[in-house]
């Protein structure tokens, strides 16, 4: 009780004019002897009522592409998948404060919630991306390193020549992913439409890349934060060639391994020399050591690359020698080694970007039966997993979009998975992997208020994602729903399309499916648009596809209309920024 | 998408899992063994294993099988000891650590590629030990594998238990390149012969020096005092004090005459042995230095002339070099050679007139002395380790073939097995394309093969 009132007090005197450091060298006393005096009752007073009325949500939250909010939301009538194993029928979800206030049937929305009618919805927990660079910083296109291009091709190309592991080659733990958030990041809308609230971040330059963190998908750099760090992570990319240590992947293993030793010893050393520093060597600073003997000391997830099996026995090996808590990232056939890796406890996040077959190889040459292998059984790799009561969790890999990750799911589904545990694996599962169970991962009482809404279930392929919460902050899916009536008419064939009065001018090549599915390309001035999702039904249309803007911006374009014989009318939605009219025919004409 | 049938292809899930015991004794009767012992050549001879290990050899009539026993007619065929390759760099993920010139802290063990098909292809030449090295990047390079062609164990089980340490050193033109570090970038020391040589003694001088400092901390901790701080660990060092202690052992990548004899001199001067000269192709030059040092030589039968340094070789140099009491032993240093490495011996029969049973010691007993598992494999003899290979025809020569090779007592290769195998994997490689539903493209005759 003492301290609050001294808080108090010390936010008083702060509004009457002294500064933080006036306040910090008052020593107890003096404080209390003027909050006796009076001296600032009148101030203490204003704060405490201050202090009693709750601020305005937006005042404390303003999530840059939040819409205005109120404070509570209610869905109601809602089928409410927990992801804890059990399902509300006919359901409410209670929302306030950016956290789930409730959650169950019978309950009493408050009075002044937006209520939201969930007939026909489905309430999930946010889908979770157990590792991930979406929400992170990309650095220029041309420079070297980072984004998704080659890891290593800072370190290889330009850095620095390591002659050992005493020059800490591609080793920046200190790097931690929250401070490396890009909040205006498109790829965090896009995933956001798709149902995704939360990732583990974490940068993916180097041997040791850095500290991961789990955010959300919403907010601006602090509010993104869910915590830091929750993970360190490794990669076992070799710079290659003579050029720099380490070359090989020998020498990145044998690397690692120093570098824990000589976190270990310096901890010691450390301990030793400043209990009792005289005539002592002291030790040298090394920036690279602290985090990584933190990962050790404080648990740390590590997260390590390993597809294969000799890869993924590697990790374990590595893991003992070191003492590291290891995560496991690829997994492909982690089936293979289900019992061992169960045994050691080491939890496998999976790429769910399925390997597929080599499409530059020399058509005259047969595929291996290794790697005809690979590709039939990766996708077994969950099921199995799912079977041998594995931890485990999905994440994006290079699958690039909401879309085409639950086709992968899919994939995994048809291959016994269950979609209990394909839920808890893009759910609770990761939360649990790096310790964010208490906040994420199910729609459970004071969990952050992370949901997605569907119209269906989570992983059918018609389902589509109505609303989505961040931080019980909502998000409505922008993109027309497609409509189930089937196309009237064929819109396959090259189109010339007019924008703006002619002020622009583009060429659409669509081909169009029975069911009225849309794919193709839109080439325009700014180059070519690649089609990722598009339908026809009865004569309208809506096609979306990714268009460059310069400058190395990508944004999505949204066109929307109709469609007459060879004519077609409608409206262009550049990312939601601007729009524009169009007009197009098909002078060819089309059809089949 | 089609659903899956996982039952239908249990073929392809590789077994993974510890070194497969033998099942079912194996008696080889009638056939003419070639021992690499004291027994010499048995004619009409016959060979028992169980439980991996070699239980019984002699005359057919003396060896009596169990009445489980596999029984094998070997009439017409021969039975040799399994090749060891006392130099390979075959079912590894790297090769060299070549970025620095001392690149002791790394180890082949650590990257063991249990999936590399060369594997199974040298023990279809009869090939069931190989010393896969680090390469020859840097004047002390990493260090080795000993590997047994246990084909389908994974990398843990394909490693010879028991097998000493061993380390790579490298002499000559390769070390002395420069790395590729681009234009305006430092090369890399060593650039002459001299800085080889000043790169290893340099090494030996800083790891005395290692060794002194945990020697020290050592006895403060014997001394009583439990506060000592231990030095800091340099993985980079410890192998070489291992060096210097007399516990890993130096497999040194050679050429010239003069390169041999340097190294052997820094040796002495820091206290240790070379253990075995790989190439030493200039071997012959100074075979009587080597064997008071206690070298042993590891060369090639006919294979020189590839750069500068392997100009002055000569076919006899296996000969020369046995004649003159070194331990030899002919290498591959290649996937392709180490499928026949039984001819590679014999070539030392008509280039030096070795014996036949001098020849076949330099591919099976004598590897087996230098990497210091002779105990275990190298010969056929009682008690030691059921790596053999039943031939067709006599294995020093061109006509040989392997008909089959067991390793701990297991068929690795043999030929009937391999023709079913083609069939089965070529059955497997088409249900798996149906299963993924790529198997159209086989009708329209754009994959090859052998189907």
Request: charged residues 20%; aromatic residues 6%.
């Amino acid at each position: 009780m003492y301290l609050s009132w001294s808080a108090a007090a010390v936010v008083a005197l702060l509004r009457v004019g002294l500064t933080k450091k006036d306040v910090s060298h008052m020593n107890r006393t003096l404080l209390q002897r003027m909050i006796a005096g009076g001296a600032v009752q009148g101030a203490l007073a204003l704060s405490l009522v201050a202090l009693a009325v709750p601020a305005p949500i937006a005042a404390q939250y303003m999530p840059s592409q939040a819409p205005n909010t109120p404070p509570f939301f209610a869905i109601e009538n809602a089928r409410i998948v927990t992801g804890t194993g059990t399902v509300i029928e006919n359901g409410v979800v209670v929302i306030g404060n950016g956290l789930i206030e409730s959650v169950g049937q019978g309950v009493t929305a408050p009075g002044d919630a937006w209520v939201i009618d969930g007939s026909g919805l489905t309430v999930y927990p946010g889908l979770f991306d157990a590792l991930t660079q979406t929400g992170l910083e990309q650095e220029e296109s041309g420079s070297s390193g980072g984004g998704l291009g080659n890891p290593f091709a800072r370190f290889s190309q330009e850095g620095p020549i390591s002659d050992g592991p005493e020059d800490r080659p591609a080793t920046t733990p200190w790097l931690d992913a929250a401070n490396m958030l890009d909040p205006d990041s498109e790829a965090l809308e896009a995933w956001r439409k798709g149902g995704f609230t939360n990732g583990m971040v974490a940068p993916d330059a180097g041997i040791v890349t850095g500290k991961g963190s789990v955010i959300n998908y919403a907010g601006n750099k602090q509010e993104m934060v869910v915590r830091t760090p929750v993970a360190l992570r490794l990669t076992m990319n070799p710079a290659g060639g003579f050029r720099a240590f380490p070359g090989s992947m020998m020498g990145v293993i044998s690397y690692i391994r120093q570098l824990y030793l000589d976190a270990g010893h310096q901890t010691t050393y450390g301990d030793s020399y400043y209990s009792d520093p005289r005539g002592q060597p002291r030790p040298m600073y090394d920036r690279s050591l602290a985090p990584v003997q933190a990962s050790i000391t404080e648990g740390w997830p590590t997260v390590l690359p390993a597809n294969d099996v000799a890869g993924m026995q590697r990790v374990l090996k590595l893991a003992r020698e070191t003492g590291m808590r290891p995560v496991i990232a690829g997994g492909y056939d982690a089936y293979k080694i289900t019992a061992d890796l169960v045994a050691a406890g080491v939890p496998v996040l999976v790429n769910l970007d399925w390997p597929e077959a080599n499409r530059n190889a020399d058509p005259e040459v047969e595929e291996s039966l290794e790697s005809l292998t690979r590709r039939a059984y990766a996708p077994t790799t969950p099921a199995q997993l799912e079977a041998a009561g594995a931890t485990w969790a999905f994440y994006s890999g290079s699958t690039g979009s909401p879309n085409r990750l639950m086709a992968k799911v899919r994939t995994a589904l048809e291959h016994g998975l269950s979609e209990e545990a394909a839920l808890r694996a893009l759910t609770i599962s990761p939360a649990q992997i790096f310790g964010v169970d208490q906040m994420l991962g199910s729609v459970e009482e004071g969990k952050i208020a992370n949901l997605v809404v569907t119209d269906g279930a989570l992983f059918d392929e018609e389902t589509v994602v109505k609303i989505v919460f961040v931080d019980g902050h909502k998000f409505e899916a922008s993109a027309v729903a497609r409509p189930s009536v089937p196309p009237a008419v064929d819109m396959t064939g090259e189109w010339l399309v007019s924008l703006n009065n002619d002020s622009q001018e583009a060429t659409a090549v669509l081909e169009m499916t029975e069911d009225g599915t849309l794919s193709g390309t839109i080439t325009g001035e700014r180059g070519e648009q690649q089609i990722t999702n598009g339908w026809v039904s009865d004569n309208e249309f809506s096609i979306t596809a990714r268009a460059s803007m310069g400058g190395g911006r990508q944004v999505e374009v949204i066109y929307s209309g109709t469609v007459d014989g060879d004519e077609i009318t409608g409206t262009a939605s550049f990312g939601g920024r601007f729009t524009m009219d169009f007009t197009g025919v098909r002078p060819t004409g089309g059809g089949r | 998408m089609r659903q899956f049938c996982l039952l239908a292809l249990g073929l392809a899930l590789t077994v993974v899992g510890k070194a497969a015991a033998q099942d079912t004794p194996v008696l080889i009767r009638g056939a003419t063994i070639l021992t690499a012992a004291d027994a010499g050549k048995i004619e009409n001879g016959a060979i028992l294993f169980e439980n991996g290990r070699i239980s019984a050899v002699g005359l057919a009539s003396d060896v009596q099988a169990p009445s489980n026993a596999t029984v094998i007619d070997g009439t017409d065929k021969f039975v040799t000891p399994g090749i060891i390759d006392a130099h390979s760099h075959i079912a590894a993920e790297s090769i060299n650590e070549g970025s620095v010139s001392v690149s002791s802290m790394v180890s082949v063990m650590d990257v063991i590629d249990p999936t590399d098909i060369a594997i199974y292809r040298e023990a279809a030449g009869g090939t069931t030990t190989s010393h896969v090295m680090h390469g020859s990047a840097n004047p002390i390079g990493g260090q080795n594998a000993v590997i047994k062609h246990r084909w389908g164990e994974d990398a843990g089980g394909l490693l010879f238990q028991g097998a000493p340490p061993t380390i790579k050193f490298a002499l000559g033109e390769n070390p002395k390149r420069s790395r590729s570090a681009g234009t305006g970038l430092p090369q890399r020391y060593p650039a002459s012969r001299m800085g080889v040589m000043d790169v290893i003694r340099q090494a030996f001088v800083e790891a005395t020096e290692y060794r002194r400092e945990w020697d020290a901390y050592e006895d403060r901790r014997e001394g009583g005092d439990q506060g000592a701080i231990p030095p800091r660990r340099d993985l980079k060092l410890d192998p070489l004090v291992d060096i210097l202690n007399g516990s890993l052992s130096v497999h040194a990548h050679s050429y010239r005459a003069d390169e041999i004899l340097q190294l052997m001199r820094v040796a002495e001067e820091f206290g240790f042995r070379i253990h075995t000269f790989q190439h030493v192709l200039e071997g012959y030059r100074v075979a009587d230095e080597m064997a008071e040092h206690g070298a042993h030589a590891s060369t090639f039968s006919d294979w020189w002339a590839y750069k500068v340094e392997a100009y002055e070789a000569i076919p006899h140099n296996a000969a020369i070099m046995t004649e003159r009491g070194v331990v030899v032993s002919i290498n591959s240093d290649s996937g392709e050679e180490g499928r026949h490495l039984n001819q590679e011996a014999a070539k030392t029969m008509k280039w030096g007139g070795l014996t036949e049973a001098q020849a076949l010691a330099l591919v099976t007993i004598n590897p087996a002395i230098q990497l210091m598992i002779d105990d275990r494999v190298g010969s056929i003899e009682v008690g030691k380790d059921a790596d053999v290979v039943l031939w067709e025809n006599y294995p020093l020569s061109s006509y040989a073939k392997v008909r089959t090779t067991y390793v701990d007592g297991n068929v690795v290769f043999d030929v009937d097995q391999d023709r079913e195998m083609r069939v089965r994997i070529a059955e497997e490689k088409a249900e798996l394309l149906e299963t993924l539903g790529e198997d159209e493209k086989e009708e329209t005759g754009t994959r090859g093969g052998n189907r």
